[in-house]
């Protein structure tokens, strides 16, 4: 069973451009994540979507980070503009429920260096 | 406020010794736990979760952990180690109300195994 894709999987921008990410959940994954993780921090998450439907995106900077899911299936991730403090680590998981409860599976990441 | 807290942020083992990492969380509902790891240059696998019942769990590459409701701990053990289990490892804790949500991770701890 093919993962979670991401791309790109590094992307170098200056402060106040703008940059996407893409992610690509594993087939049938209804729930898709995106999760910042910051250097020598546990992942936390930005926005939750079911389908294509926002559940939970509390904890988004919507001043400069947009996500969108059209089709229930692909999801992007964007930032604009960048600022230096978004210097992390993107991933994006898919979950699936079985048995007793829901698990998450993760993408390899995309690593933004705001300079 | 729901939050995973990992005691060591860097271990350093030599071949064959036990391990326990440690995991305590706050949360007064019903909990998922989950410890991911994270090999150099690879994305967050899953090693073992708990839902429900047995509270000693068992996941891949001879792990285990422990659920203790009293302690509000999770931690995670393998009785020897080797070297390719060098890796950061991260725990996790969502809240059991809902089929789906958020995961909370702790900050991670760094797993040295020499050989």
């Known amino acids: 069973e093919a993962g979670v894709a991401q791309s790109p999987r590094y992307k170098i921008i200056e402060k106040r451009q703008s940059v996407a990410f893409w992610c690509n959940p594993i087939?049938?994954?209804?729930?898709l994540y995106w999760y910042q993780q910051i250097l020598g921090q546990g992942p936390k998450l930005l926005i939750q979507?079911?389908?294509?439907?926002?559940?939970?995106d509390s904890q988004l900077p919507k001043d400069r980070f947009s996500a969108e899911r059209l089709k229930g299936v692909d999801s992007t991730l964007k930032i604009q503009p960048a600022k230096l403090e978004d210097s992390a680590v993107y991933l994006c998981?898919?979950?699936?429920?079985?048995?007793?409860?829901?698990?998450?599976?993760f993408g390899p990441g995309t690593r933004l260096l705001v300079l | 406020a729901q939050s995973v807290s990992q005691h060591n942020h860097h271990v350093i083992l030599s071949e064959a010794a036990s391990l326990e990492l440690g995991c305590n969380y706050s949360?007064?509902?019903?909990?998922?736990l989950f410890w991911y790891v994270q090999y150099p240059g690879q994305h967050l696998q899953l090693l073992l979760k708990?839902?429900?019942?047995?509270?000693l769990v068992k996941g891949i590459k001879g792990f285990e952990a422990e659920f203790i409701k009293s302690k509000f701990s999770f931690n995670l053990r393998k009785p020897s180690v080797q070297w390719s289990d060098t890796a950061e490892y991260f725990c996790?804790?969502?809240?059991?109300?809902?089929?789906?949500?958020?995961?909370?991770f702790g900050q991670g701890t760094t797993l040295q195994v020499k050989p």
């Open positions: 998981a898919s979950s699936v429920i079985a048995g007793w409860g829901e698990t998450q599976y």
């Open positions: 087939s049938g994954h209804a729930t």
């Open positions: 979507f079911q389908n294509n439907g926002v559940v939970d």
């Open positions: 949360y007064g509902g019903t909990v998922n």
């Open positions: 708990y839902f429900s019942g047995d509270p």
């Open positions: 996790a804790l969502r809240h059991g109300s809902g089929n789906t949500g958020k995961l909370i």
